[in-house]
């Protein structure tokens, strides 16, 4: 997704935010109503959600379900106020979460793998693999980790993973297109064709073929709280999201259809949609048995053991954690559907 494109979106997003904060309050009191946040303008990475509205699956389970507007607080902060049962994370951001004492928990993974690459123009040719990195400008987001994995990736590659690092959000895309910096990490399913469709193509590192632990791209995180409290309603409500996400890897044209249909005129490149969802549903959203959501500790401790490692998480007292959590409670399949 285009800078220009997220500052518009992102622009109308946050005119809604005041109506957001209302909505969630009332809804609070709603006993009916299940709130689900999003943590960007509508993507690929939420069809499955938009794919069980507008199939009418969580109705056809009794639920109400009201969809949150992207605003600028973390997903996992709202869900740990409980001004939401579920939303959209990231694995190393549910893993923060848990670690500082939120009361969240991963319930299903849309995405079974790293679905980022370090990206560099096509046409560099003074950088062939990540090593080549050395010396050179990262155009980042600020994310926690996110400078400590690249290194890794680099010194795996067989380089010092020194280079230089500023934070520019959403224009750091921007910045490598126009020679401003020199690599970047882009969502491979819309950065990625979004820059062949501008005419700026580039070439991808990933982080698993150098020896990097592979990691779920996006969880849907909970309130473990309310989970607990509606252990039958948390049961129907990720099982019809699992249907929706598991649509979306079997049909995506149907589905990328479902996210258009649910939300005109957010994209003015629909043919970019179909494109993604199609590259999702073809490299990272199945396990290997062809199931869309599972999750193992294995997975987890390896990413999140890296965070670890590197003296990344912290303690609900603000420290460092002294010993390494147990992965099995940072998430759970108990409410997704039997194979």
């Not at 994310?143 to 690249?150: H, I, K, S, Y």
């Not at 990344?312 to 959590?325: C, K, N, Q, S, V």
């Given at each position: 997704?285009?800078?220009?494109?997220?500052?518009?979106?992102?622009?109308?997003?946050?005119?809604?935010?005041?109506?957001?904060?209302?909505?969630?309050?009332?809804?609070?009191?709603?006993?009916?109503?299940?709130?689900?946040?999003?943590?960007?303008?509508?993507?690929?990475?939420?069809?499955?959600?938009?794919?069980?509205?507008?199939?009418?699956?969580?109705?056809?389970?009794?639920?109400?379900?009201?969809?949150?507007?992207?605003?600028?607080?973390?997903?996992?902060?709202?869900?740990?106020?409980?001004?939401?049962?579920?939303?959209?994370?990231?694995?190393?951001?549910?893993?923060?979460?848990?670690?500082?004492?939120?009361?969240?928990?991963?319930?299903?993974?849309?995405?079974?793998?790293?679905?980022?690459?370090?990206?560099?123009?096509?046409?560099?040719?003074?950088?062939?693999?990540?090593?080549?990195?050395?010396?050179?400008?990262?155009?980042?987001?600020?994310?926690?980790?996110?400078?400590?994995?690249?290194?890794?990736?680099?010194?795996?590659?067989?380089?010092?993973?020194?280079?230089?690092?500023?934070?520019?959000?959403?224009?750091?895309?921007?910045?490598?297109?126009?020679?401003?910096?020199?690599?970047?990490?882009?969502?491979?399913?819309?950065?990625?064709?979004?820059?062949?469709?501008?005419?700026?193509?580039?070439?991808?590192?990933?982080?698993?073929?150098?020896?990097?632990?592979?990691?779920?791209?996006?969880?849907?995180?909970?309130?473990?709280?309310?989970?607990?409290?509606?252990?039958?309603?948390?049961?129907?409500?990720?099982?019809?999201?699992?249907?929706?996400?598991?649509?979306?890897?079997?049909?995506?044209?149907?589905?990328?259809?479902?996210?258009?249909?649910?939300?005109?005129?957010?994209?003015?490149?629909?043919?970019?949609?179909?494109?993604?969802?199609?590259?999702?549903?073809?490299?990272?959203?199945?396990?290997?048995?062809?199931?869309?959501?599972?999750?193992?500790?294995?997975?987890?401790?390896?990413?999140?053991?890296?965070?670890?490692?590197?003296?990344?998480?912290?303690?609900?007292?603000?420290?460092?954690?002294?010993?390494?959590?147990?992965?099995?409670?940072?998430?759970?399949?108990?409410?997704?559907?039997?194979p």
């Amino acid at each position: 997704m285009s800078g220009r494109l997220r500052r518009i979106l992102a622009t109308a997003a946050t005119a809604l935010v005041a109506l957001s904060a209302l909505t969630a309050c009332t809804a609070g009191s709603d006993d009916d109503t299940i709130r689900f946040a999003l943590d960007w303008t509508p993507n690929t990475n939420h069809t499955g959600l938009f794919v069980a509205q507008q199939r009418g699956w969580f109705a056809e389970a009794g639920l109400d379900v009201e969809i949150l507007p992207y605003n600028n607080t973390a997903v996992d902060t709202v869900i740990d106020a409980g001004n939401a049962e579920f939303g959209i994370s990231t694995h190393n951001s549910s893993t923060f979460s848990r670690a500082s004492g939120g009361h969240t928990i991963s319930v299903l993974a849309p995405l079974q793998h790293w679905a980022t690459g370090i990206g560099v123009k096509a046409d560099r040719a003074d950088i062939d693999s990540p090593k080549d990195l050395d010396g050179k400008t990262y155009a980042g987001f600020g994310d926690p980790g996110e400078v400590e994995a690249l290194q890794q990736v680099i010194r795996n590659d067989g380089g010092t993973g020194e280079f230089e690092s500023v934070t520019l959000g959403t224009s750091a895309y921007e910045a490598v297109y126009s020679g401003q910096a020199d690599f970047t990490v882009s969502y491979l399913a819309w950065e990625g064709i979004e820059a062949e469709h501008h005419g700026t193509p580039m070439k991808y590192f990933r982080y698993t073929d150098y020896g990097f632990p592979d990691a779920y791209a996006i969880v849907i995180d909970a309130n473990q709280d309310w989970l607990t409290a509606n252990p039958q309603r948390a049961a129907k409500f990720v099982r019809a999201l699992q249907r929706g996400y598991q649509f979306a890897a079997d049909e995506p044209a149907a589905a990328a259809q479902d996210l258009l249909e649910a939300n005109p005129g957010t994209f003015p490149d629909e043919s970019l949609v179909f494109e993604s969802q199609r590259m999702l549903a073809e490299q990272f959203m199945k396990d290997p048995e062809g199931r869309v959501g599972t999750q193992t500790r294995e997975q987890w401790a390896a990413n999140s053991g890296f965070l670890f490692d590197k003296v990344l998480l912290t303690g609900p007292d603000g420290a460092p954690l002294a010993e390494e959590p147990d992965w099995s409670t940072y998430f759970t399949d108990e409410y997704l559907a039997s194979p």
